[in-house]
């Protein structure tokens, strides 16, 4: 091979490589709103965590995701007591901001830790973009996966 030829073929097999790379996908390619649809196969409001002594159930459920790497988490959740009647006790309302960072196809998200509190390290949600939407399957919101259609 010539000596010409040597950087002809280096500069054919870098350039496509430079021009399409990506380090795959980043905030702004998630930031959004998105709505909980579905907690395993049932739609809300649905069972998303049971023990001896209770259950609770999702009303609603909202994650906003921004493209700086933040968002929040806001949830509206019954928890009902077994053994008796199911009938519903006040909904409380759970809110979080978060933090989330893209790792390969997964988003990691991480709540935020009040001042003075003993949290959990995160990631506490494993999301997966799906059908325009997310799918979360590692949480500890709910025992199924949440499935998030985009809203905005």
Known sequence: MSARRVPLLMLSIITPLVSGCRDGLGPSDVAGTYVLERVGGAPLPAEVFRDRQSMMQVLADTLRLRDDGTGHYASIRAIHL???????????????????????????????????????????????????????????????????????
């Open 82 to 152: 077994l053994g008796g009647s199911l009938a519903s006790d006040i909904p409380t309302r759970l809110d979080s901001d978060l933090q989330f960072e893209i790792v390969g196809t997964r988003i990691d998200i991480a709540f935020a830790c009040p001042e003075n509190a003993n949290c959990i390290a995160g990631p506490h949600l494993v999301a997966h973009q799906h059908d325009g939407g997310l799918i979360i399957g590692t949480s500890l919101v709910a025992d199924a996966p949440l499935r998030y259609r985009r809203v905005m």
